[in-house]
């Protein structure tokens, strides 16, 4: 059975319209979108249609995500020793990590995607690594981990775009996984095994989408990525495949030295890059990898930040946007969890640099906030392979409704509303959230929400003490 809803003020993929009833099919697919004045008069919309409450607009969907480092965030920002970077966050990450249980994983992620759906994400794709037991033992269900934030999505209301991780290898040449990284690796026929069981469990639900994530190149050889992506096309020719590709320049210059090629060099050499492609942090490139990257229509997944709090780099976004590189966004390690964050911090780290305001629109979309939020929503709904990102017809319910009570949002309309929800305001202006037609979010709470804080907490003490 459908469901009529009715909203005042809507941003669909015809630009913003007013006094428009939405129809939702019981699968939580927009079915029609029709101008209600041109029907009945407002004022006679009856109990049978539900009426939205403030500003509708697209959802847009996470597109990195590891979950488990969301218990970890806050828990490195003092100076530990000298030069600390990337690589002194990721070792203290490893230790973090030794200690979790599945159990504990399924609380963090429930936890984790409750913040999302508050922070405007109505979907996510989770770069899955952490795989196996403790001492590197597989579980008795391989996938005993993906089973965890994959029901913990379920339980939550968010969909999911599930990608284990391929992760064989410490660095180029083969290098040794360490001992610390025991938890992340597999052989060819386990990772393969382990595709084909999260088809097998979940190829019918439409909940999830099930895709695959070569870690790094430093990680898996080319060898590797082909024969994980020819099992993924037995499934589905379709499925999206991420990887990290330049977050560090330590890890360019490694590339370089083993293969005689920069990142994205090489993987534009041996791999047809498509749309189902998502680099990962694309933070080191050049001009000419930057123009590549936007003429194979791939998504930049670009994760500000944790890109920021790492210290990574900045990636080149205006020349890049010019180039109409596709682009989406991702809270990665959550240092953060917040939509709007990640798009203030990709104009303000661009005017930092070329220190010049509104620099990633042009004179066709004037409006910093339209462009970006559009970009992620289209970048985010292609990187995730679901039918998001759009109020169109055809296209899954997934929207936010902002908070007209929220001062900074006062006297402004349509793309005014866009830039003051991602510059100017102090307070969350998200209240409702809807994914595949589903109510997640009432006035900004979840149904969930006292429940997975008091297993949050429990979980975090467990790990501290
Ligand atoms: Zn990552």
Same mark, same amino acid.
């Given at each position: ?369 339209? /462009?970006?939020?559009?970009? @992620? +929503? =289209? ?6 392979? &679901? #039918?998001?990102? %759009?109020?169109? !017809? ?47 979010? /009432?006035?900004?709470?979840? @149904? +969930? =929400? ?6 949050? &907490? #429990?979980?975090? %003490?467990?790990? !501290?003490?």
């Amino acid at each position: 059975m459908s469901t009529l809803y009715f909203a005042e003020t809507a941003l669909t993929d015809d630009g913003w319209v007013t006094d428009v009833l939405i129809s939702v099919s019981s699968k939580g697919i927009i079915e029609s979108l029709i101008p209600i004045n041109k029907i009945i008069p407002t004022s006679k919309i009856n109990g049978e249609v539900v009426r939205l409450e403030g500003t509708l607009l697209p959802g847009i969907a996470n597109l990195h995500s590891h979950a488990f480092q969301r218990a970890f965030a806050g828990f490195s920002e003092s100076a530990g020793q000298a030069n600390d970077s990337f690589w002194s966050w990721r070792k203290i990450m490893y230790q973090f990590v030794e200690k979790l249980t599945p159990e504990q994983v399924y609380v963090i992620a429930r936890q984790l995607y409750i913040e999302m759906l508050k922070g405007g994400y109505t979907s996510v794709a989770e770069f899955h690594y952490l795989h196996h037991s403790a001492s590197g033992k597989h579980y008795d269900d391989p996938a005993e981990m993906s089973h965890q934030v994959i029901n913990a999505a379920f339980d939550v209301g968010i969909d999911i775009t599930h990608l284990p991780v391929y992760y064989r290898h410490a660095g180029f040449n083969h290098k040794p996984a360490s001992d610390a990284q025991k938890r992340f690796t597999h052989t060819a026929d386990d990772y393969y095994q382990l595709i084909h069981k999260l088809f097998k469990y979940y190829k019918q639900d439409q909940r999830i989408q099930i895709g695959i994530a070569p870690h790094s190149l430093r990680a898996v050889s080319s060898k590797d990525i082909c024969g994980a992506i020819e099992t993924l096309d037995n499934y589905n020719t379709k499925a999206p495949i991420h990887i990290h590709i330049a977050e560090q320049l330590a890890e360019v210059d490694d590339c370089i030295a083993h293969t005689g090629q920069r990142p994205v060099q090489h993987l534009y050499d041996n791999f047809d890059v498509n749309k189902r492609w998502c680099l990962i942090h694309a933070t080191h490139i050049n001009e000419q990898e930057t123009w590549e990257i936007a003429q194979s229509g791939a998504v930049a997944g670009l994760c500000l930040t944790t890109e920021a709090n790492l210290g990574d780099g900045i990636f080149p976004a205006s020349f890049y946007l010019q180039e109409k590189g596709k682009f989406g966004i991702g809270s990665d390690s959550h240092i953060t969890v917040s939509a709007l964050e990640e798009l203030r911090l990709l104009e303000y780290g661009q005017r930092l640099v070329h220190q010049q305001r509104a620099i990633l629109c042009d004179e066709a979309v004037p409006s910093v906030g339209r /462009t970006l939020y559009q970009g @992620a +929503l =289209e970048g985010g709904a292609q990187a995730v392979g &679901r #039918k998001t990102g %759009k109020i169109a !017809v055809g296209y899954l319910a997934d929207w936010i409704i902002l908070d007209g009570n929220n001062p900074s949002l006062f006297s402004k309309s349509k793309d005014q509303l866009i830039d003051s929800m991602i510059f100017a305001c102090n307070a969350n202006p998200i209240k409702d959230v809807f994914v595949s037609g589903k109510q997640v979010i /009432t006035s900004g709470n979840h @149904a +969930l =929400e006292n429940e997975s804080l008091l297993a949050f &907490r #429990k979980v975090l %003490k467990e790990i !501290v003490d």
